[in-house]
């Protein structure tokens, strides 16, 4: 892997490591920010990801979406998508915005916990982004079932355009959504606890 390609997989750490570490609050399939942007400094250029990930009630990745842009030494813009895993690689992840022609992802990068496409990020596509309504990802996984998760668009061009979070801010956000995922755990526990005593009594 060139110096390059392991930059931008650094880059595109705080993804995945939000992904993890922040399980979404909302429900299945709330993003925990929505599109929010962070931005860094790394060697002699500057590094910035647009991103929004998305969740299942119990943390695991749906999918994670970023927009990586690196100026200075270095100069380029990728788009990254991560999907878990047990994907069927040949395929790739289909983009669609709006419905209109879908745009097709290969995949850089297979880890054991999320597979991740990749695509040049040009600035056709940004605007297409940035004036559309929700976009959609479809992987295709090991049962050949084509699986597309919707992404709204509502503050992509904020994020993008906008100042970026800092670190703090993130932070911030993981905490209180972390304790928001485990207090909805506790009532799920409690729920299951009092549907089987109901259960029992029953009998």
Do not use: H
């Amino acid at each position: 892997m060139s110096a390059l390609a392991l930059s931008l997989a650094a880059a595109s750490a705080p993804t995945a490591t939000f992904a993890q570490g922040a399980p979404a609050a909302g429900g299945p399939g709330t993003p925990p920010l929505g599109w929010f942007k962070t931005c860094t400094k790394q060697d002699d250029s500057d590094l910035c990801v647009v991103q929004n990930v998305n969740l299942a009630q119990n943390g695991q990745l749906i999918t994670a979406v970023g927009l990586i842009t690196v100026e200075g030494k270095v100069n380029r813009k990728i788009l990254q998508v991560s999907v878990p895993t047990a994907r069927l690689i040949p395929p790739g992840i289909t983009m669609q915005i709006d419905g209109g022609k879908g745009e097709k992802l290969d995949y850089a990068v297979c880890l054991p916990d999320k597979c991740t496409a990749e695509a040049p990020l040009t600035d056709a596509m940004i605007a297409s982004l940035k004036k559309g309504g929700e976009v959609v990802f479809t992987s295709i996984n090991f049962r050949r079932a084509p699986n597309p998760i919707k992404i709204s668009l509502n503050g992509f061009t904020g994020a993008f355009d906008g100042e970026p979070i800092s670190q703090s801010q993130l932070a911030e956000s993981q905490r209180s959504l972390q304790e928001g995922m485990q207090k909805k755990a506790e009532e799920a526990r409690k729920k299951l606890e009092d549907a089987q005593n109901a259960a029992k009594q029953g009998q």
